[in-house]
């Protein structure tokens, strides 16, 4: 199992050096293109949104596994991807998420081979794209639609959820507030509304928006740009906002919120609009679904008591559709989404023994 696990590792750095910034995951795709070719796999395609596809045949006619693991990242294309390792971390921008990931859906594809298992089903490796920010789910959108309800389940892999069973599809909504005023000059034209000084304003508003603890509700401003220089009163101003709830009538209520101060910050002389970039829809299955079931048997196989949870990943798709649907990871670490990201190469071998058994018993 070690040598498995170190080509799995290899193979994470492998990826994580190809530089995949959401709508960028091309080059990543192209690899693992030739990969999927080299193991054997059939039916290899990239489809019109980028996403990759291989199936590996099972032995009879029963309904196929989708398994799912997101090509992007978080990070731009110039980003340092150096790595560093020691006996129990492996440590750079994105390893985790999610190129371990990919790496551990191929490397499922050994396991089983290593085993000889031969399955009832189908499994269709999915390398995916548009996970991340303001890529909406878009290639995961583009896999349900392919396949619909025709799988037994949808498997989507995180690197770095290991122990956790995301069950259910936290709702997302994202916009990009934009205001637009006259501008002119901070000293000659001083008086003027400025389009930067309008939205801080309206952001003091909106983060005093009172937000319920349960169902637990997230509101955050990610990005602000705007203006021409110091010394020019902006005439133009964006900021992107990131809601999310629990539950879709809290989701919708917030929505709502921000939709009427928004409408509040027009005036004479400042437009100030919302547009939606962003809508991840929620859903999710039963704690009691006989597929929560078996991911929770799985974890406890390798010693693991399961974490029932919450999240936004691929399997929001599939969930918001009514088809059954988890979302597990391979190991544990810290640091998503920053360049301090690392994994624990300790739990890499029980994240692969809990996939193993998740799909060995998936058709039992």
């Given at each position: 199992?070690?040598?498995?696990?170190?080509?799995?590792l290899k193979l994470s750095v492998d990826l994580?050096?190809?530089?995949?910034?959401?709508?960028?995951?091309?080059?990543?795709?192209?690899?693992?293109?030739?990969?999927?070719?080299?193991?054997?796999?059939?039916?290899?395609?990239?489809?019109?949104?980028?996403?990759?596809?291989?199936?590996?045949?099972?032995?009879?006619?029963?309904?196929?596994?989708?398994?799912?693991?997101?090509?992007?990242?978080?990070?731009?294309?110039?980003?340092?991807?150096?790595?560093?390792?020691?006996?129990?971390?492996?440590?750079?921008?994105?390893?985790?998420?999610?190129?371990?990931?990919?790496?551990?859906?191929?490397?499922?594809?050994?396991?089983?081979?290593?085993?000889?298992?031969?399955?009832?089903?189908?499994?269709?490796?999915?390398?995916?794209?548009?996970?991340?920010?303001?890529?909406?789910?878009?290639?995961?959108?583009?896999?349900?639609?392919?396949?619909?309800?025709?799988?037994?389940?949808?498997?989507?892999?995180?690197?770095?959820?290991?122990?956790?069973?995301?069950?259910?599809?936290?709702?997302?909504?994202?916009?990009?507030?934009?205001?637009?005023?006259?501008?002119?000059?901070?000293?000659?034209?001083?008086?003027?509304?400025?389009?930067?000084?309008?939205?801080?304003?309206?952001?003091?508003?909106?983060?005093?928006?009172?937000?319920?603890?349960?169902?637990?509700?997230?509101?955050?401003?990610?990005?602000?740009?705007?203006?021409?220089?110091?010394?020019?009163?902006?005439?133009?101003?964006?900021?992107?906002?990131?809601?999310?709830?629990?539950?879709?009538?809290?989701?919708?209520?917030?929505?709502?919120?921000?939709?009427?101060?928004?409408?509040?910050?027009?005036?004479?002389?400042?437009?100030?609009?919302?547009?939606?970039?962003?809508?991840?829809?929620?859903?999710?299955?039963?704690?009691?679904?006989?597929?929560?079931?078996?991911?929770?048997?799985?974890?406890?196989?390798?010693?693991?008591?399961?974490?029932?949870?919450?999240?936004?990943?691929?399997?929001?798709?599939?969930?918001?559709?009514?088809?059954?649907?988890?979302?597990?990871?391979?190991?544990?670490?810290?640091?998503?989404?920053?360049?301090?990201?690392?994994?624990?190469?300790?739990?890499?071998?029980?994240?692969?023994?809990?996939?193993?058994?998740?799909?060995?018993?998936?058709?039992?």
């Amino acid at each position: 199992m070690q040598n498995l696990v170190n080509k799995i590792l290899k193979l994470s750095v492998d990826l994580q050096q190809i530089p995949a910034p959401t709508f960028a995951e091309a080059k990543r795709a192209e690899f693992l293109h030739d990969l999927y070719l080299a193991d054997g796999l059939v039916d290899v395609e990239i489809d019109s949104v980028g996403n990759l596809y291989g199936c590996l045949k099972g032995d009879a006619d029963a309904a196929p596994l989708v398994i799912c693991a997101h090509l992007d990242t978080v990070f731009p294309a110039e980003t340092d991807l150096r790595i560093t390792r020691d006996r129990n971390l492996l440590a750079g921008p994105g390893i985790g998420d999610n190129s371990l990931g990919v790496a551990g859906m191929i490397g499922l594809l050994w396991l089983l081979r290593d085993e000889k298992q031969t399955l009832p089903g189908d499994i269709w490796l999915v390398a995916t794209v548009g996970e991340e920010g303001l890529g909406d789910l878009y290639g995961m959108r583009a896999v349900v639609d392919r396949f619909e309800d025709a799988p037994i389940a949808y498997l989507a892999l995180e690197g770095m959820a290991l122990g956790h069973i995301y069950h259910r599809a936290l709702g997302v909504c994202r916009y990009r507030i934009s205001a637009q005023t006259e501008g002119g000059h901070s000293w000659g034209h001083f008086g003027r509304p400025s389009a930067v000084h309008e939205l801080a304003n309206l952001i003091d508003k909106l983060v005093e928006i009172p937000l319920p603890e349960r169902p637990r509700t997230t509101l955050n401003v990610g990005v602000f740009s705007g203006g021409t220089s110091i010394n020019t009163i902006a005439a133009n101003a964006s900021f992107e906002l990131d809601l999310r709830s629990e539950s879709p009538t809290a989701l919708t209520e917030l929505v709502e919120t921000v939709h009427q101060l928004v409408s509040a910050a027009n005036k004479p002389k400042v437009t100030v609009v919302a547009e939606q970039i962003g809508d991840r829809p929620a859903g999710g299955i039963l704690a009691s679904h006989p597929l929560v079931k078996l991911a929770e048997d799985a974890l406890r196989h390798v010693g693991i008591e399961p974490i029932l949870t919450i999240g936004s990943t691929d399997a929001n798709i599939p969930l918001s559709r009514g088809y059954p649907a988890v979302c597990l990871g391979i190991t544990t670490g810290e640091g998503a989404h920053t360049v301090r990201e690392f994994i624990d190469v300790q739990y890499v071998e029980n994240g692969m023994r809990q996939l193993f058994c998740f799909v060995e018993n998936l058709w039992t």
